[in-house]
């Protein structure tokens, strides 16, 4: 699966797998953090959630059409300073004020403001490398690397994040209790219930129930900054990288302006009638319209899903599931993927035994670290964030693997028609919620039924098959179909479409606590069907438009 790939990839690759990984070691708490530092109720850090999602995935539109006109390395530059200093400023404590909110609301905007000129312009310089009819035939398989390269940096992000609260927390002889933040909000507001009173005293330990929680919030808080301040050592990782491995991608780094007047070092950019470009914008704009739905339902993973972690899921694990919960054990297990791969597509015989033995002793190691944990472990929220990472990383090999053979007979499906089968298959995975939810509580009380962790294991692992179909394909499906001028720019409308179904992703957050939990995930899979049926009813003017 690397074989014939360019250099420029790899490099291309590591870069943003450093820069996802701080991105989302700040996104798996980052709605914790404002529930917890601002007491805001899920309906309103939902908004700020999907506000700040929606500016970082709108950003690149405007960065692709500056890219068009001076340039996508320059953007790319520019883009890793200004979010630098947007996580520069998130890692720095404030008070829980009006001062602090409109601090941190400035961060955010640097943050987006930086991954607008950062993200969507990196993806076109991988795009450009295969514009050269020598790589031509890998453009798919080559934005499915890209793509897992993306998830280890997000696979290790909720274990960053919950190793450093933990051990935050533990300097002042405090555990993570997903009860205390709300509970310490409404004694410090004098909105606090008896019943309240009763289990916040017994977390409080004999200590004044009105001191303890503001110091429990005091250090909790805190430790969210540090979390924050891992993605500015994650960024200079990925600043290393792309300027230390800058020849070997280089020659991409061309727009059409500059291709047009260069000396022939990269190939003359296609011409197109004024008839092909509007048919190929117009494909794109009705795919940007029908994934909004899509990214609306997958980006419940930060906000209602992580609240659903939190509150209705319970906080321990025991039996096999824990391996899940061991990142080690899951690092293992995803390399093992690769390395039993690799028996059976190396061209050597010592090649082969190689990767035999390897993934032997892989798997022996996880097997050691899953003997080696407690019967039962605690576990928080967002550590159910790592399992869709994991199950990109985990499953890119076996989606490449199955693309490639159906490709081999002729019968691989377009970039449209897996996009709208990946709808469908998303749809599956908000059924599980629906069923998963009835009889739940809403709003949920201390003490209420509550769910196994399989259940969101189930829900992350059917949810990742729909983004294998639909996420790198839509990616590989723009970077071959936007005409040469416009390359910038309507990878841009890409991330444009994914910000509205990020905005989007605040109704379930609105919808909470008014609606029973089972309806607000029927609500969302009833979408996904919806948008299936189009991309299919759309399918052959799609599929017209990249011929």
Known sequence: MFKGQPKGLFALALANTGERFGYYTMLAIFMLFIQAKFGLSTAVAGQIYAIFLAAVYFMPFFGGMLADKIGYGKCVTTGIAVMFTGYLCLSIPTPASGLGMTLMILALLLVSIG???FKGNLQVLVGNLYDDPKYSAKRDSAFSL????????????????????????????????????????????????????????????????????????????????????????????????????????????????????????????????????????????????????????FHQNGSTLTVFARDYTTDTVSGWERIG?????????????????GVFQSETKKGRILCGVVSVALWVGAFLIYRGLPSEMKILPQEFQ???PFFVVALTPFSMGLFGWLASRKKE?????????????????????????????????????KVGVSTL????????????????????????????????????????????????????????DKIPLWAIWTVLMSLCVIAGLVMF???KKLEAATE
């Open 146 to 297: 890209f793509y897992m390269a993306i998830n280890i940096g997000a696979m290790f992000a909720p274990s960053a994040a919950t190793a450093i609260t933990n051990w935050r927390l533990a300097k002042f002889g405090l555990v993570y209790n997903g009860d205390i933040p709300a509970l310490a909000h409404q004694c410090l507001d004098g909105t606090i219930t008896p019943d309240g009173i009763s289990t916040l005293t017994a977390f409080a330990q004999g200590q004044d129930i009105a001191s303890f929680s503001q110091f429990y919030l005091d250090k909790l808080s805190t430790a969210y900054n540090i979390g924050f301040a891992v993605a500015c050592i994650s960024l200079i990782v990925s600043m290393a990288i792309y300027f230390g491995c800058r020849s070997w991608f280089r020659h991409a780094d061309v727009n059409a302006a500059q291709a047009a007047g260069n000396d022939g070092e990269k190939a003359p950019v296609q011409e197109l009638s004024k008839e092909q470009t509007k048919s190929r914008i117009v494909a794109l704009l009705l795919v940007f319209a029908v994934v909004i739905f899509f990214w609306m339902a």
């Open 325 to 341: 919960f061991s990142i080690w054990a899951l690092a293992l297990i995803a390399i093992s993927v690769y390395t039993i791969f």
């Open 115 to 117: 991954t607008g000129l």
């Open 457 to 512: 294991m189930s829900t992350y692992l059917v949810l990742t098959f729909a983004e294998l179909l639909l996420s790198p394909m839509g990616i590989s499906f723009v970077s071959k179909v936007a005409p040469p001028k416009y390359k910038g720019m309507m990878m841009g409308g890409w991330f444009a479409a994914t910000a509205i179904g990020n905005y989007l992703s605040s109704i379930p957050s609105l919808l909470w």
């Open 413 to 449: 499906p377009s970039a449209p028609k897996k996009i709208g089968l990946g709808m469908f298959v998303a749809a599956c995975g908000f059924l599980i919620m629906t069923l998963s939810s009835v009889g739940l509580l809403m709003p949920q009380v201390i003490g209420g039924p």
């Open 537 to 539: 009813a759309l399918m």
């Open 386 to 388: 790592q399992f869709n």
